[in-house]
């Protein structure tokens, strides 16, 4: 851990609130759709419904059909990026963020050397492109096409390497909101129409994670990219950074001119979706969890929607739909105020309303189904 002594010191609660007000969630943003997801740098997208929910907390007058639409005319794509995980980008990031973590997906395959033995994986990207250039391709479909090519070769282990080695969309209608249909894949360069940016160096999107996650140490932006070896280019824009230190001495770096709020500045209830970026995106994740709590919104590999109180993970929720009618139920990790209770159902009806469609609901508090 790096180590500062001159640097002021932020507090748990002060990176709080700076981390809030640059992720849309202090108060809700009058930004497109597009917009919002370009300031992002991407919303989780594993599941087809989180980037809708993660809009909805973030935005002023959000509507579901809006991302839709812009996923439609290939505005916005979903494609393999940060961590080895589908995030949806504008499809100018989709071109230069994917070839900036190429390297780390290259050396994702080491993990799958004795299923590849003997395949040339230049020519599994070639073979792989000219068949999902030709029509997009499920991964099924890819993946027995490859085995035909290589067929002493482990079935997943193609399929990994071709997701590794391409910048795999996944093209409409899945991710569509109410019309969402299965994996189907082409390239990025394909579904776009014009070519991928050559890698580029890291110092522009650190500047734009310290704008949407800031303020933020070397292995913070590490976390989030899925990367390692930044410090060079951190220490590059150091000149043009201001330094900060949290409450154990790590050093910070951020944007001269970006918000720092008040440490009491209010944080209303927000209903974040499972796997949102804010959760995801730190190395030390105290700035908006703490340690018991967030062991409580895992299970396995499964991860539960969160509710934000005060700024910080203060429970979970589901939402069952049922015919014309919704149910979402709140399971918070303490007991609550009837204030804070008021908040949350105020909240909750506001995301139902949203994306719960013309149909009843119903908000409960409880405890939360476990898978």
């Not at 851990?1 to 981390?19: D, F, G, I, Q, Y």
């Not at 993660?54 to 639409?69: D, I, K, N, T, V």
């Not at 050397?113 to 250039?133: N, P």
């Not at 979706?273 to 995106?281: A, I, K, Q, R, V």
Request: hydrophobic letters at 40%.
């Amino acid at each position: 851990m790096t180590k500062t002594s001159t640097a002021p010191v932020l507090s748990v609660r002060e990176l709080n609130r700076a981390t809030l007000d640059r992720q849309l969630l202090l108060r809700r943003a009058a930004l497109s759709a597009t917009a919002a997801v370009e300031h992002l740098v991407g919303l989780q997208a594993q599941n087809v419904k989180p980037p809708y929910y993660a809009l909805a907390a973030r935005l002023e007058g959000f509507a579901p059909e809006e991302l839709s639409a812009a996923m439609e005319q290939r505005a916005v794509v979903r494609i393999v990026t940060m961590r080895s995980t589908i995030h949806t980008h504008t499809a100018d990031d989709c071109l230069t963020l994917r070839p900036l973590v190429q390297a780390a997906r290259e050396r994702e395959l080491y993990g799958f050397r004795a299923g590849l033995a003997g395949v040339d994986l230049d020519r599994l990207a070639a073979i792989g492109r000219e068949l999902v250039e030709t029509e997009p391709r499920t991964m099924k479909q890819l993946r027995q096409a490859l085995l035909t090519e290589w067929p002493d070769a482990d079935p997943s282990a193609l399929a990994i390497a071709a997701r590794c080695r391409l910048p795999l969309v996944q093209v409409t209608p899945r991710g569509l909101w109410g019309r969402s249909g299965q994996v189907t894949l082409t390239t990025a360069e394909h579904w776009l129409g014009r070519p991928s940016e050559p890698a580029p160096a890291p110092d522009a999107t650190i500047l734009r994670y310290l704008a949407a996650f800031g303020p933020a140490s070397v292995k913070d932006m590490q976390t989030w990219a899925g990367l390692t070896r930044l410090r060079e280019a951190f220490e590059r824009l150091r000149p043009q950074l201001v330094t900060f230190a949290d409450e154990h001495g790590a050093e910070l770096f951020d944007l001269p001119d970006a918000p720092r709020p008040e440490a009491d500045t209010p944080a209303p209830a927000r209903l974040l979706p499972e796997f949102d970026n804010l959760l995801l995106s730190h190395a030390d994740r105290s700035r908006v969890v703490s340690a018991d709590h967030k062991r409580r919104t895992w299970r396995g590999n499964q991860a539960y929607r969160t509710l934000l109180l005060d700024g910080f993970v203060a429970g979970v929720w589901q939402l069952e739909e049922t015919g014309d009618r919704a149910v979402l139920t709140v399971e918070p990790f303490d007991a609550l105020t009837a204030r804070q209770r008021d908040e949350v159902t105020g909240e909750a009806a506001r995301v139902l309303a949203v994306l719960g469609g013309s149909g009843s609901y119903d908000i409960r508090f409880g405890t939360v189904v476990r898978g």
